[in-house]
């Protein structure tokens, strides 16, 4: 399915029947549902994050509820039009060093062109984590699927497979996972559609472990995420910022560049 009208219409399909009956008194954000382009049907390039950590608004009464995926896609297409290109977050920042445009000092010049073209985004941003909660004023962390692990099986509850479904309209060739390693199980089962994924080490050098750097190649045939190069990676905020030592956290990046790069060129 090719088609970019009909394949932002299932997503958007999918994302109603996952999401339309969420509990306004939980106090759960709007979901990230993604918006695909034409650019991105070039690149087949999924970049996945963790969460949005909580600004991505909230459903809080029935009436943002009943029109809750018209407010995820006005979210999306705002940060994509307004902060893609300029957000300082060292996740958006890793991301802008994957064109060949950039201005990053990081940048290896892996995709075509830049992050957005017009008002659209040039790859696929989605989040492991769908939602998360904006009620904890006090401690955020336990607004953050990524934090708290009663909230983490909440939102899979709510929102199942849905990332799963989504890679499976889209046909990504990468997925560049930037989530850490605690999240490995529900990633496996929920995003890639099975358990059964080996772990691969990256770096030949031994400097980084699979726990550190991993790809995961999907073992069965039939799935359609079989042949897609995934690479879960720590958050760029680790390897770009706190992570000891420039030398290492060059190696790491450029470990990810050159596993990217080698696979688009096949």
Not at 151 to 163: C, G, K, T, Y
Request: glycine share 4%; with cysteine.
């Amino acid at each position: 399915m090719d088609d970019l009208k009909a394949i932002q219409n299932e997503i958007e399909r999918l994302a109603y029947e996952r999401f339309r009956n969420i509990d306004c008194s939980e106090y759960f954000t709007y979901p990230l549902v993604p918006r695909i382009s034409e650019e991105y049907l070039k690149n087949r390039v999924v970049v996945m994050g963790q969460e949005t950590n909580t600004w991505y608004g909230h459903i809080d009464n029935p009436e943002k509820r009943e029109n809750f995926l018209e407010g995820s896609l006005a979210e999306y297409d705002r940060f994509v039009r307004e902060k893609a290109a300029s957000d300082r977050g060292k996740f958006w920042q890793f991301s802008r060093s994957l064109y060949k445009s950039s201005r990053s000092i990081y940048k290896r010049e892996i995709l075509d062109g830049c992050i957005r073209n017009g008002n659209w985004l040039s790859h696929c941003w989605m989040n492991l984590f769908c939602i998360e909660k904006s009620a904890y004023r006090g401690d955020k962390k336990k607004n953050l699927p990524s934090q708290n692990r009663d909230l983490a099986n909440r939102v899979i509850e709510i929102q199942q497979d849905f990332v799963f479904q989504v890679l499976c309209l889209i046909r990504p060739k990468v997925v560049l996972a930037l989530i850490g390693n605690d999240n490995d199980d529900l990633f496996k089962k929920y995003a890639l559609g099975t358990e059964d994924v080996r772990s691969i080490s990256v770096d030949s050098s031994n400097v980084f472990g699979e726990r550190e750097l991993a790809e995961f190649k999907v073992c069965e045939r039939n799935n359609p995420l079989y042949e897609t190069l995934i690479l879960r990676t720590y958050h760029p905020t680790f390897f770009m910022w706190k992570m000891g030592g420039r030398e290492k956290r060059d190696l790491y990046r450029n470990l990810i560049y050159d596993k990217i790069q080698s696979f688009l060129k096949k």
